[in-house]
């Protein structure tokens, strides 16, 4: 199968719109979000060192760019709708694939959909802090936990689920169009970051004295640091979305790996230059004690008016994740629909745009009910360990694939082979193991989540899969 036929092979398929530029605009706009403008000063807290700070962006640089190369690869050899699900299906088992697009299709897709569009209103809240002023709260006590669940409605929430419609409808139209879109979002927050970086060049020096050390960090240096990686890991997150659309990629041999590796390696470099603009307008206190670390150093430079401006800019960035999510994101349920291994409405085609619009209509509802409940964040939470853990598999599939597939066509093979995939496996499955010593609970809920897909998988099976109409 070659990706581009989805349904009956004539009338309603996916179509080859999305080029080189496109596609490598995909990359760096699933990647910058808002997380880049918001973690500092977390990482700070938690680490305690500006060196320490920016060695965790580069080591979690390092992991992502051979994770880029393993996706590489196996995207040039499998160019088609679904990612990880083809990936995992073709090289471990049909299980392993069904269940990552189980995960990702229920929680992961929409619950990071949720969470980006939280943070854009983290954002808005520096332009009008009314948005975060609580309508309705209550608290629900839950057993075996000695602090009650809170839950709080504000008027954020309903502007966040807005976002994710706009997102949603955007989409809905055609490839060719949302690509170019994507195009235009991706070049303004590259503008975005760009200009910051120009703007703390031109600083003469900075507002205050560094300090090397804020407070005692809560825990060990190795701890602290494998800490500090979980909020750089979701800055990162989105790198290996690109296969989910190698179905509709331009030259996906070539143009694909490209793609990958060109977007990773710019964003890496733009993190890394962005946390020392932070830490060389404000010292070190004012970066692990501020929630807008981005506009607060913006503000010191061209003033709170300034700010705004530059804060708007980084709504948009995060508009662009969002809109990045949801042009790759649906594509897994949908290539699961077409095998016959999910809901049927998901593999419908749109006739007219050529777009898989039941796969993100769905994804653009669960997103805005993730949303509105204002549990997105325990639900996707529960599903980082899982998160990582299909991507150690990832790494062990592109391996067994060459010894079990050799003659498979390989227009891109990945560099320093096998030591790079063992390399990202290995990283990513500390980090899983990581998050499950850190959260073991947490962790076990979303391996309960993922495992809950087992009886619907027997269940698709055994149906034949059906050919998808329009």
Not at 216 to 223: F, I, K, Q, R, Y
Not at 312 to 324: D, K, N, R, W, Y
């Amino acid at each position: 199968m070659n990706g581009e036929t989805a349904n009956d092979g004539n009338s309603a398929r996916l179509i080859r719109g999305l080029s080189l530029l496109a596609a490598t605009a995909i990359v760096i706009g699933a990647m910058i979000g808002q997380s880049v403008f918001l973690v500092a000063s977390d990482m700070s807290r938690e680490v305690g060192s500006l060196t320490k700070v920016l060695v965790a962006w580069a080591i979690g640089g390092a992991v992502v760019l051979a994770g880029a190369f393993c996706y590489g690869e196996l995207g040039a050899a499998m160019p088609e709708a679904g990612g990880d699900y083809i990936y995992l299906s073709r090289g471990l088992s049909p299980i392993c694939g069904f269940l990552y697009g189980w995960t990702s299709a229920m929680i992961m897709r929409p619950g990071s959909a949720a969470m980006i569009a939280a943070g854009l209103l983290r954002l808005l809240a520096f332009l009008s802090p009314s948005v975060t002023t609580p309508i309705v709260a209550w608290q629900l006590r839950l057993p075996y936990e000695s602090q009650p669940f809170e839950f709080t409605f504000t008027a954020a929430q309903p502007l966040a689920a807005a976002a994710i419609a706009v997102a949603t409808g955007l989409n809905y139209l055609g490839v060719r169009t949302v690509g170019r879109f994507q195009v235009f979002l991706t070049a303004l927050k590259v503008a975005t970051v760009a200009a910051l970086l120009v703007l703390g060049l031109a600083a003469k020096s900075p507002s205050a004295p560094q300090q090397a050390f804020i407070a005692s960090p809560a825990h060990g240096p190795l701890v602290a640091l494998l800490t500090a990686l979980v909020p750089v890991m979701a800055a990162y997150n989105g790198f290996q979305n690109l296969g989910s659309v190698g179905g509709e990629i331009l030259k996906p041999g070539k143009n694909l790996p490209r793609a990958a590796i060109l977007g990773t390696s710019l964003v890496i470099a733009l993190y890394i230059l962005i946390n020392w603009f932070y830490f060389h307008l404000l010292n070190f206190s004012q970066v692990a004690q501020s929630r807008h670390v981005a506009s607060d150093a913006v503000a010191l430079l061209v003033g709170d008016t300034g700010a705004k401006w530059f804060t708007t800019a980084m709504i948009v960035s995060a508009f662009g994740s969002l809109h990045a999510g949801f042009l790759t994101g649906p594509r897994v349920p949908y290539a699961m629909a077409r095998d016959g291994n999910f809901f049927s409405f998901a593999k419908r085609i749109q006739p007219t745009f050529h777009t898989p619009s039941g796969a993100v209509v769905f994804q653009g509802c669960v997103a805005i009910l993730l949303v509105l409940t204002g549990t997105y964040q325990e639900l996707y939470s529960y599903t980082m360990f899982a998160t990582w853990m299909f991507l150690a598999m990832t790494a062990v599939a592109l391996i067994r694939l060459r010894v079990i597939r050799p003659t498979l066509p390989r227009p891109f093979r990945v560099w320093g082979y096998p030591w790079t995939p063992l390399a990202f496996g290995t990283a990513a499955s500390a980090i899983a193991v990581n998050l499950w010593l850190v959260s073991p609970v947490r962790s076990s809920i979303g391996l309960a989540i993922i495992l809950m897909g087992i009886p619907l998988f027997r269940r698709w099976r055994m149906t034949e899969p059906a050919v998808a109409t329009g």
